[in-house]
Structure formats: C-alpha cells, structure tokens
C-alpha cells in the first residue's frame, strides 16, 4: 500500500530534522517579538512599543499601512508609527506587529497540505480572530494572547508541507482505512505531528511557554497538563475556523473537537452559534486592511 | 459575451435573470443552496452559516441563517420573475469536523444542523431539490452555471464533478 512506502520514506526524519533541513523556513522579526513581550508586560509602556517597532523599518513600515488601512476609518494620516501608538493604543498596534510580521510567508501556498497561496494565512487568521472572541466571551484570558496563539498555531505546517508533497492523498486514504484524523496519521508515519513540530520552532524562537503550549496541544487540548484555557481557546477557535471553512486544505474538517474545552471555557453549546456568527462578521471586515497589506 | 460572475460570500444571496455564474466557495459546515426557474430564466444561490437565526438580535442578514436564507433566496428570485414551483433546487455543503470527542455535544454539529435545517425549509416552502452533496469532512466549491443549469462541486483534493442540471 502507498501508506506503507511513506513510513518508510520519512521513518528515519526526525523532527530535528524537518527543522533543520528545511530551507526557507519562516522567522518572525526580533522586533515584533520584543514589540509582543512589552505590551504584554504589566510595567509595559507605548514608548517603548513605538521604539522597538523603530528598530526594524521594514515591521514599521507595514504597521504604518495597516493601521492607515480603511479597517480604522481615520479621518486623517497616521504619519508615522510613534502616532500608530499613541491614536491606535499600544494592544492594537500589538496585534498589527503579529500581522506585519507574519503574512509575508503565511500567505505563500503550501502544497504539501493543498493549501493555495493565502489559504495559510486565511485559515490561521480566522483562528486569531476566532480565539480573541472566545477570549472576550470568557473574560478569563488576554485577548492579544489569544489572539497571537491563534495567528501562530498552525506554525509547524509551514515547516512540515514541503515533505509531505505528493503524500497528502495517500495519508488520506490512511486516515479513511484506519478511521483516524490527520494529526494522528501524521504521527503514524512521522512520530510527530504539525503540532508538535510548530511547538519545536516556537521554543527556538524563544516564544513564551503558553504560545508554545497552545501550539502543541491545538488539537488535543486534553493532553495539555496543567489544562490550559489558552489552549481551549485555540482548538474552540480552530474548530469555528474549520466549520466556516476559512482557508481549508486536502486534510479538510479530519480533525477531532474535544467539547471538554468547550465546558472548561464556560460557554454553552448555544454560545457557539453566536460567537461563529459575531467572528465571521468580524473576520469579514478586516478585509479591507488586507487590501492594503497586498499592495506593499 | 462572457456571461456575468456571482461570488456568494458568506451570508450573501445572489440572483440573477439571464445567464450568469455562480460560485459559492470555501463551504465547509456552511451550505450553498441554489435554485433555479427554468422556464423564467431566473436563478440564485444563497451561502448558509447557521441553523437559525437569533430570536433576540436583529436579523440584517437573513442569508446567514437556514431558517430565513432560504425562504428570502425564494422572495429574491420571485421578486424577478421565478415561480416557485418551477424552482429546481440542488445543495451542497454541510461538513462537519471528523470526531466530537467523548459526550458528544450535538449542538457543536454545525454542518449536520445546518442540513437539516435546510431540509426543513425546504419542505416548509414545498421546494425540489434533484441533488445533495451533503456531509463529510472536505471542503467545498460549489457552482451553479444558470445557462446550462450545470451544477459542480469540487473539493481541495478531488476533481470537480458535475452534481446535476438543473435544466432538463
């Protein structure tokens, strides 16, 4: 059988491996990073959000089109990104750096996982929007957290795709054989699984534990010790993204929603509908900074 | 001449009189919905999210919810022209996510409720469907071409295949 031949193509990669030898992989600027950790930090300040975004001016640049975007509806130009912060808030501008940093490559298309060019970045951002809803529905975590850990959950299919090019068919037809999801044919044939390997690059790129964590456990919420509502917010968020179909591959809705994190948020299965409804409107309207993100 | 492009975004209900091309994309649990009035030349697709529509919030976009996208994408199509019993009908969509883990909350079961919610209008309004593609856990494309009455579904990982016409 097909599935057979792919176990033994990749059985001796090891995630190392995938890391290490995978060329183009993607990084995130050291200054949306530090730009992350101050506006995250309780003594945290605008000023030095503004400086940090200063260190790189390709990130300024983008933050400054996205925050002139029509989503914001400024009467007038922002003219530079120290007024970003101080008109827009040091959080929004926050979240604009995960954005500017991230969609140069989360919008290239992954073949490995018949994902066209922006479906990535579709599918990732719906999770971001997805789980900063569900953070503000609970009222029991950051919303920004949220939100990054949505935007990045998914890391490690950018890492992953280029070695399962020409094997998503046959890994389906495993999946329907053995009655499995994707992540655990993935880790029938690898050991590891997207997850896991998104939660490997997080932790070289130095990223806090709960994002790491809500990379690992993004479909299997259960496993995460102690239970993390961060990481519930994600699969939730996953789980709406997928149903609405936001930026789906060859892999499809082949994952498992675990309702236990549904309960851990607090929210009742009728909450679900309302909050699918109130993202969708949501993601739909961030359209319009997108356009803008097109034309850099 | 190149006969007029419909996208049906999420929540949106398209119409058209003449010929025209509809295409309803990225269906997961939501399902795409279209008729068609041959002998009127009339045709719409509508791009269903929900089941239901809110009883306390107001309804801006009926199109988001089974239980008045369907009905107002009738409205829409009588109001140019069509007849209702005339309509012929096909629907696609309706995904749902593979396992719901233990103690299954049926209410998470978008696409299996949206289906149903679907089928209830569409005996409520006395509709004939010809053709379902309904369920499963792929994403959808669906496209109805009103000239022919071709509808075609495709999925990320399958070719496209023809569902039905909707014209004899």
């Given at each position: 059988m097909q599935a057979q031949s792919i176990t033994m193509a990749q059985g001796t990669l090891t995630l190392e491996d995938i890391v290490s030898k995978t060329t183009d992989l993607p990084t995130i600027p050291a200054a949306a990073l530090a730009v992350m950790r101050e506006a995250d930090s309780p003594t945290g300040s605008s000023r030095t959000v503004a400086h940090h975004i200063g260190q790189d001016q390709a990130l300024a640049a983008r933050v400054l089109r996205l925050a002139n975007s029509a989503y914001y509806g400024l009467s007038r130009q922002i003219m530079d990104h120290q007024e970003a912060v101080v008109v827009l808030g040091m959080r929004c501008v926050r979240n604009l750096a995960m954005v500017a940093a991230t969609y140069p490559w989360m919008t290239r298309p992954l073949k490995g996982y018949q994902l066209g060019p922006k479906a990535m970045w579709t599918h990732s951002f719906g999770v971001a929007v997805a789980a900063q809803q569900i953070a503000r529905k609970t009222k029991s975590l950051n919303e920004d957290t949220a939100f990054t850990a949505?935007?990045?959950?998914?890391l490690g299919k950018v890492a992953l795709s280029i070695w399962l090019e020409n094997r998503l068919s046959a890994m389906m037809a495993l999946a329907i054989r053995d009655d499995l999801t994707f992540d655990q044919v993935e880790r029938k044939l690898l050991g590891y699984d997207h997850a896991d390997v998104g939660a490997y690059l997080g932790?070289?790129?130095?990223?806090?534990?709960?994002?790491?964590?809500?990379?690992?456990?993004?479909?299997?919420?259960?496993?995460?010790?102690?239970?993390?509502?961060?990481?519930?917010?994600?699969?939730?968020?996953?789980?709406?993204?997928?149903?609405?179909?936001?930026?789906?591959?060859?892999?499809?809705?082949?994952?498992?929603?675990?309702?236990?994190?549904?309960?851990?948020?607090?929210?009742?299965p009728e909450d679900v509908d309302e909050i699918t409804s109130d993202f969708v409107t949501e993601y739909e309207s961030y359209a319009k900074m997108f356009e803008e993100m097109d034309k850099i | 001449m190149t006969p007029t492009q419909l996208l049906v975004g999420m929540a949106d209900i398209q119409v058209v009189k003449?010929?025209?091309?509809?295409?309803?994309?990225?269906?997961?649990?939501?399902?795409?919905?279209?008729?068609?009035?041959?002998?009127?030349?009339?045709?719409?697709?509508?791009?269903?999210?929900?089941?239901?529509?809110?009883?306390?919030?107001?309804?801006?976009?009926?199109?988001?919810?089974?239980?008045?996208g369907i009905a107002a994408l009738v409205q829409a199509l009588e109001k140019l022209g069509a007849s209702r019993s005339k309509l012929v009908c096909a629907m696609a969509g309706g995904a749902q996510v593979f396992k719901f883990g233990a103690n299954v909350a049926n209410?998470?079961?978008?696409?299996?409720?949206?289906?149903?919610?679907?089928?209830?209008?569409?005996?409520?309004?006395?509709?004939?469907?010809?053709?379902?593609?309904?369920?499963?856990?792929?994403?959808?494309?669906?496209?109805?071409d009103a000239a022919t009455g071709e509808v075609k579904v495709r999925t990320v990982s399958q070719e496209e295949k023809l569902l039905c016409r909707l014209r004899a």
């Open positions: 949505g935007l990045l959950h998914n932790e070289k790129w130095n990223l806090p534990q709960p994002l790491v964590e809500a990379m690992r456990y993004h479909h299997n919420p259960n496993g995460c010790e102690p239970r993390s509502l961060l990481v519930d917010a994600v699969h939730v968020g996953d789980f709406l993204t997928m149903s609405m179909g936001y930026g789906l591959g060859g892999d499809g809705l082949r994952y498992e929603v675990e309702p236990e994190a549904v309960e851990r948020l607090k929210l009742q | 003449g010929p025209g091309c509809f295409t309803c994309l990225g269906l997961g649990s939501c399902i795409g919905f279209c008729a068609l009035d041959p002998v009127a030349n009339v045709a719409g697709m509508v791009h269903v999210m929900l089941p239901e529509h809110f009883k306390d919030k107001p309804n801006d976009m009926p199109g988001k919810f089974a239980d008045t209410k998470l079961d978008i696409g299996a409720r949206n289906a149903l919610a679907v089928d209830e209008q569409v005996k409520k309004l006395g509709l004939k469907v010809i053709a379902r593609d309904v369920g499963g856990h792929a994403g959808r494309t669906m496209m109805l």
